[in-house]
């Protein structure tokens, strides 16, 4: 190396400082316990407390502590509704589960290129207002439906188990598929070559190797499956016609017999499934991560691995199958937008887009503006949690994290029910307020950026933190320095995440909304409830557009730099 | 004394981490850890640097009791093994990142400062490289760079050269020896590659299994290894019995010479260019001896010879011969 | 871009702190100019259950300077939230839906009485004796049929309740659950006490044979039929029932045999910030302008006698409307949708 010319830039430098005198609490370290204050405060003021409020709601009859909520709970009547919950979650989430298992290995065989085409296609589906599906299903399918009665001349009855089983499994195969996709390309290349190389073929392969390494995956995703859909009360109450499920029937007995503790317990049995769900999931986290420990995967460039032509053929039509089906959705809410269905023909009319630019505007304004904030706020909480929690390892986070993992388990309706009984007195008044739904949305989400985050940090070579604070870097420093640059990847996926369930959401804020702080998808909602199905088409329309657009732009913004390389 | 290790002990669990660990380290030295995978080098360095906190023991720094510093406050910086260069900074704001944050400088102050630490690793026009695109030793310098830039009391390198192939290693070995003598900075160096502990320390410290077992100049550790675990670790040793007592002779001091009625027969030939190893085994013992020069010629395999030993190591060695700490 | 970031970090916590504080605005009631618009510039807020309402607001606004705010629920939703808050609700005022949950709600103390002096010009029957709701206007139930959908299955429109249950229209017919509709359950309750309980019933079981499944909101009915997913909808029947007509093949076909009907209330809350704008609102609305105002936004039979029945509801026979006892009905709801629910089962 050569001698610096200037060698007493380093020589006169060398000094102490005096730095090592100052104590070791100083601002820096302050602002680092306020941010972790701040985090738990949060999680318990607005997850844990609401759900306390619920609870206690279902076991409290003016003032007097009381089980009658939970007496007649498991009457035959109510079994009957567990039942047909268990039957129609059950068969939705292994469809579900097995048709993104299809469309997720289709797509990982790919070249570059299409699979980064269907993996954009697969997050823009993700982008669905409630309903809205439903809606589509009975405008095709339905008695006058487009295409079983003007094109087939059938009057099918879309009305019953087997049209929930079907939106539900379509519902849900954009999100099971992106997972399957991330823990697929995740598989240490090396692992296939290896098995390829000992004479293994190529089923072989994808049975031996490739199914037994995302396994875990593939149950964590059904698990997730299944407590979405036991929680899923807006697709059985429009095309479930006079079959009942548990969540219905508790939307149902909060919203006609106004009986909340009854609804309150109802709610609660949908809690243990989700339990259950949750507690494979974090199983398999762990395995995943003894799996993918040191190792780090290969690109997938190059990778000559082909499947017996019957079983491509067959991925490649479930894949172009289900892309179909959503082009027709949405080709459907498009269309309901700007025509009018007249006894199963179709006249154009501009009367709905009116009708919306007359009142809408303010709503979806106010819908954009809280699903941006919440977004950054449920991803910034998330990765702050996953910090504290598995990097800097602080003690008794992780019952914190659970706690926070909760909201997103539990039913919509249960949680936003605990907002209304929770925050409806001084101080915490927060009744029709914008931030009550702020405050709902971010931390129903927290979940997704924490999951996220916690993957990340797995990957994150832990000397980084390490180096940052050895080059004089404090706590917070790190966080804004290294941390979250590095994380910026996770924070797009949580943010897109949330600010799409936010924009879209109806039932966790249904009773959060007043006039004064209404927005766009409860405005749509009431519409499809009360039969406007052209506006609430509009309003589903631009709902969708809007999120695309700010998407697109988040992914423009953050995800210009190759942050995610190194996030894997 | 610049540095000192009073007693430190820090275990993970009951076998692996360090234990007492006495270490004194004046300035300008150049210190090397030495010892296999998993004895605790690593472990020693992040105890210095503040990364973990002793269970026992304190740590001094020009008379200072540095022990529960943060990280942050203490005046030592690492060179982490595989770097832990920052993959969103390009090489001037890695470089730039203890000068602000450490230092204290303005943004500007900062950047212009660490363009002169880069022109001392000769980085020159790599300013704006993304990190992920630099070679090896390339990110090593970086690396070196970003610590020194703090201007640290005790520069502490985790093996910093395992990364690279043979021929970098060897320059990179004499430019970091020369950059330490020119600038006199105190380093102490992680290494399990003997002979760059050997030819760049002032002193070595081999570790086991969480101890300092040794702690001497290179020449101190190879000739007077203080235990067979030494002697075995650096350097090659055989091990004779002789008229019951057990002693251990380098290749290179044993003499060969040919005698048809000779103990020993060569049973294999290792051609190294500069010297040549040859295996020879008499009835119950093999042995290793090393020959350098133009002697190599004289000898074929299924030669018997005859050996005398010249030295014969722990025969003169301070303290006890060949002792083994009590280990737990 | 580490500014960004310490910037999004500020952010979050003032967001944060924001949501903390809460925002428990109130709205200054700035002071009217002239003493005609004592309230101007004070907005109010309202539940509406009555559609088309919304577009009478601009012309209120500018009569009295009072803003509105407004949201539609459907009147169970609202007591439910309003049940959850605890009566804390933000809105001063509820427009229209369902009497029985204005009912409820007044038993349960969430409104505020006040007797309107518009009062005298109103028939009692729609109006809460204590004053704790108003009526606006009536509601009568009734049919909306797609010829259409009866053409292709060669079937007549039904011409009275009797009609409903002949098997020829099972699978055909779709109506509220009257656990959610307001107007269901009126129609229920208002046959019970035309009928007494005994051949309502048996009625009701009839009907209910015919029946695939009860629609969960008051419109779905309407949009199916004009869809053409029903040949028959029952529903309540107001100017937007008519307006469907416009588009598609429908026609509303009222009962010969009995109207059932519920008035369309409104109330103010107990909450309200704002009461004395909230009387004034109650008074327009029950003015003889106000009255033919909300009439133009949706053609409904107004309940003020001096007001006429808009056009298209000429053809509604008055003396066929159900001698109704508003205060019976709402006493009898959990009773009888108790034993409602057992005899239709899981619909
Ligand atoms: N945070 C930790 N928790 C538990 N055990 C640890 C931890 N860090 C290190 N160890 C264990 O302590 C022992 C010493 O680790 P250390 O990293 O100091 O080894 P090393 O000498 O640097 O090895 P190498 O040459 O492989 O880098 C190892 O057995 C290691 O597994
Ligand atoms: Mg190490």
């Known amino acids: 190396m050569r001698c610096p010319r200037n060698m007493t830039l380093l020589k006169n430098k060398i000094i102490w400082k005096g730095r090592g005198n100052k104590s070791p ?385 539990i039913p919509g309706i249960f949680f936003g029910l605990g907002y209304i009984v929770g925050f409806n007195n001084h101080p915490l008044l927060l009744t029709g307020t914008t931030a009550i739904l702020v405050l709902n949305c971010t931390f129903r989400h927290i979940s997704v950026g924490n999951k996220a985050a916690n993957a990340a940090f797995e990957n994150l070579d832990r000397r980084l933190e390490m180096a940052a604070r050895d080059l004089g870097a404090s706590p917070v420093r790190i966080l804004t320095t290294v941390i979250f640059p590095l994380l910026k990847s996770t924070f797009l996926l949580s943010f897109i995440n949330t600010f799409t369930a936010c924009m879209t959401t109806v039932g966790a804020i249904i009773f959060l909304v007043s006039p004064r702080n209404v927005v766009a998808s409860v405005l749509m909602f009431k519409d499809i409830t009360n039969g406007h199905y052209g506006l609430g088409a509009v309003v589903a329309s631009v709902l969708i557009i809007v999120t695309v657009a700010v998407n697109l732009a988040a992914i423009k913004y953050l995800g210009r730099e190759g942050g995610k390389q190194y996030v894997a | 004394m610049l540095l000192e290790l009073k007693g430190i002990t820090k275990l993970f669990d009951k076998d692996n981490g360090i234990r007492d660990f006495y270490l004194t380290v004046a300035e300008r030295e150049f210190i090397t850890l030495l010892g296999p995978s998993g004895c605790g080098k690593t472990t020693t360095l992040n105890l210095i640097g503040g990364f973990l906190q002793p269970d026992r023991g304190e740590i001094w720094i020009e008379g200072r009791d540095i022990t529960h510093l943060p990280p942050e406050k203490r005046p030592v910086s690492t060179v982490f093994q595989s770097y832990a260069l920052f993959p969103h900074l390009n090489v001037l704001e890695n470089v730039a990142y203890g000068i602000r944050f450490y230092r204290k400088e303005k943004k500007k102050q900062a950047l212009s400062l660490a363009r002169e630490y880069i022109n001392i690793v000769r980085l020159e026009g790599y300013e704006k490289s993304k990190v992920g695109n630099l070679s090896g030793g390339q990110q090593q310098r970086v690396a070196l760079a970003r610590a020194m830039a703090t201007n640290p009391r005790i520069l502490l390198l985790d093996e910093p050269l395992s990364n690279l192939d043979a021929s970098l290693r060897q320059s990179l070995r004499e430019e970091l020896k020369s950059l330490q003598r020119q600038l006199g900075i105190t380093m102490i160096f992680v290494t399990h590659d003997q002979s760059e502990a050997l030819s760049l320390s002032d002193r070595i410290v081999v570790m086991d299994k969480g101890y300092a077992i040794q702690i001497g100049t290179p020449r101190e550790i190879y000739f007077y290894p203080i235990s067979d675990y030494v002697a075995g670790f650096i350097g090659k040793s055989n091990i004779l019995t002789r008229v019951g007592e057990t002693i251990m002779v380098r290749p290179e001091d044993i003499k060969m010479a040919k005698n048809a009625q000779g103990d020993y027969t060569i049973s294999s030939i290792i051609f190294m260019g500069q010297h040549t190893e040859y295996i020879i085994s008499a009835e119950d013992t093999t042995l290793e001896v090393v020959v350098v020069g133009k002697e190599n010629s004289k000898f074929m395999q299924g030669d018997r010879v005859n050996v005398t030993i010249t030295h014969q190591l722990g025969q003169t060695g301070q303290g006890d011969r060949f002792v083994v700490p009590e280990l737990k | 871009m580490m500014k960004n970031w310490k910037l999004l970090i500020l952010a979050m916590m003032l967001v944060m702190a924001l949501a903390l504080t809460g925002c428990g605005k109130t709205e200054p009631a700035e002071q009217g100019k002239t003493d005609e618009k004592p309230f101007a510039g004070t907005t109010l807020e309202l539940l509406v259950a009555y559609g088309g309402a919304d577009k009478s607001f601009d012309a209120f606004t500018e009569a009295t300077g009072i803003k509105i705010e407004w949201l539609e629920m459907s009147t169970g939703s609202a007591l439910a939230k309003l049940q959850a808050e605890d009566g804390k609700t933000t809105a001063d005022i509820w427009f229209g839906g369902g009497v029985d949950s204005y009912l409820n709600a007044r038993d349960l103390g969430y409104l505020e009485a006040y007797k309107s002096p518009e009062l005298s010009a109103i028939d009692p029957q729609y109006v809460d004796k204590d004053g704790y709701f108003s009526g606006l206007a009536l509601v009568p139930a009734g049919f909306i049929v797609n010829e259409d959908i009866l053409k292709e299955k060669g079937l007549e429109a039904p011409k009275t309740w009797e009609d409903l249950a002949d098997p020829k229209y099972r699978g055909e017919i779709s109506m509220p659950n009257p656990a959610i509709s307001g107007t269901s359950y009126a129609i229920v309750s208002g046959l019970i006490q035309a009928w007494g309980e005994e051949k309502a019933w048996k009625y009701f079981e009839a009907f209910d044979s015919n029946i695939d499944f009860y629609a969960k909101g008051g419109g779905e009915p309407l949009e199916k039929v004009g869809a053409g997913e029903f040949a028959v909808g029952v529903v309540a029947i107001t100017g937007g029932t008519f307006n469907v007509g416009e588009t598609r093949p429908t026609r509303v076909v009222y009962p010969q045999d009995l109207i059932p009907w519920t008035p369309a209330p409104i109330a103010i809350f107990k909450n309200t910030k704002n009461l004395d704008a909230a009387k004034a609102l109650i008074d327009w609305y029950l003015s003889y302008d106000g009255q033919n105002i909300l009439r133009e936004a949706d053609a409904r039979i107004m309940a003020r006698s001096d007001v006429d029945a808009p056009e298209i509801m000429s053809g509604l026979d008055k003396s066929k409307l159900v001698k109704f006892d508003l205060e019976r009905m709402g006493k009898e709801r959990v009773v009888i949708l108790e034993k409602w629910k057992g005899l239709v089962g899981e619909k």
């Open chain 1, 25 to 409: 609490l100083s601002f820096d370290v302050l602002i680092d316990r306020v941010i972790l204050f701040l985090v738990v405060g949060s999680l318990l003021l607005f997850i844990l407390y609401p759900i306390f409020m619920v609870i206690s709601t279902s076991v409290y009859r003016h003032g007097v502590f009381s089980l009658d909520n939970y007496r007649d709970l498991l009457s035959p009547g109510n079994l009957k509704l567990i039942k047909n919950s268990l039957f129609v979650s059950t068969l939705s989430s292994v469809l579900g589960t097995f048709f993104a298992l299809c469309i997720a290995l289709y797509t990982f065989l790919q070249k570059e290129r299409i699979r980064a085409l269907i993996y954009r296609l697969l997050m823009i589906t993700l982008i669905s207002p409630p309903f809205v599906s439903a809606l589509a299903l009975i405008m095709l399918f339905g008695r006058r439906g487009l295409i079983t009665y003007n094109l087939l001349g059938l009057s099918v009855n879309p009305y019953g188990w087997q049209g929930i089983v079907l939106l539900q499994t379509l519902g849900l195969i954009s999100l099971a598929a992106i997972m399957l996709i991330s823990t697929l390309n995740a598989i240490d290349k090396r692992l296939i070559l290896a098995s390829r190389d000992l004479g293994a073929g190529t089923l072989q392969t994808l049975h031996r190797v490739i199914l037994p390494s995302i396994y875990p995956a593939i149950l964590s995703v059904l698990f997730l499956l299944f407590t979405i859909n036991m929680a899923d009360f807006g697709t059985p109450i429009i095309i479930g016609g006079k079959y009942k499920v548990l969540a219905t029937e508790a939307y149902m007995t909060i919203f006609s017999a106004a009986d909340l503790g009854k609804a309150a317990a109802m709610s609660v049995l949908l809690i243990p499934p989700a339990i259950i769900a949750f507690y494979f999931y974090r199983k398999n986290l762990e395995k995943n991560n003894s799996l993918a420990d040191g190792v780090k995967a290969l690109g997938g460039e190059g990778l000559d691995f082909r499947l017996p032509l019957f079983i491509r053929i067959a991925l490649g039509i479930i894949t172009g199958l289900f892309f179909f089906l959503m082009l027709l959705k949405y080709g459907n809410i498009f269309l309901s937008a700007v025509t009018i269905n007249v006894s199963g023909k179709l006249t154009f009319t501009w009367k709905h887009i009116e009708a919306f630019q007359f009142a809408y505007l303010p709503a979806v304004y106010r819908s954009l503006h809280i699903a941006v904030i919440a977004g950054i706020l449920a991803s910034v909480i998330g990765i702050l949690l996953s910090y504290y929690t598995h990097r800097r390892q602080l003690p008794l986070m992780k019952p914190i994290e659970f706690i926070a993992s909760l909201p997103y388990i």
